[in-house]
Nanobody, 125 residues
Framework: EVQLVESGGGLVQAGGSLRLSCAAS????????IGWFRQAPGKGREGVLC????????YYGDSVKGRFTISRDNAKNTVYLQMQNLKPEDTAVYYC??????????????????WGQGTLVTVSS
């Protein structure tokens, strides 16, 4: 059974930092693309960052560029999302997901096959 478990969320003041973790089990972790997504209250799910099996990363948009980075530790079956200079608009439930097939252009959320349960990040102003 494939499982993804996020951790590291919490309450932080604007300008602060958090590191989220996504621990995977039940699959050969280092073969696949892992993505981080978020969903703010009342909004749809949006992509944040993804990382390939060869450690190439890609941003889904400009809102977190220069503030968020993604990395993976294949020995620990874990992907990290390092978030710095957090803003109130970063408040959301953050999810990690894995794609085990062919990822189409744009890396849409619908292309990911397994999802974690999410971890809440709240940034106070």
């Amino acid at each position: 059974e494939v499982q993804l478990v996020e951790s590291g969320g919490g309450l932080v003041q604007a300008g602060g930092s958090l590191r989220l973790s996504c621990a995977a089990s039940g699959l050969p972790f280092d073969d696949y693309v892992i993505g981080w997504f978020r969903q703010a209250p009342g909004k749809g799910r949006e992509g944040v960052l993804c990382i390939s099996s060869s450690d190439e990363s890609a941003y889904y948009g400009d809102s977190v560029k220069g503030r968020f980075t993604i990395s993976r530790d294949n020995a620990k079956n874990t992907v990290y999302l390092q978030m710095q200079n957090l803003k109130p608009e970063d408040t959301a439930v953050y999810y990690c997901a894995v794609n085990i097939g062919i990822l189409p252009d744009g890396f849409p959320p619908s292309a990911y096959d397994y999802w974690g349960q999410g971890t809440l990040v709240t940034v106070s102003s």
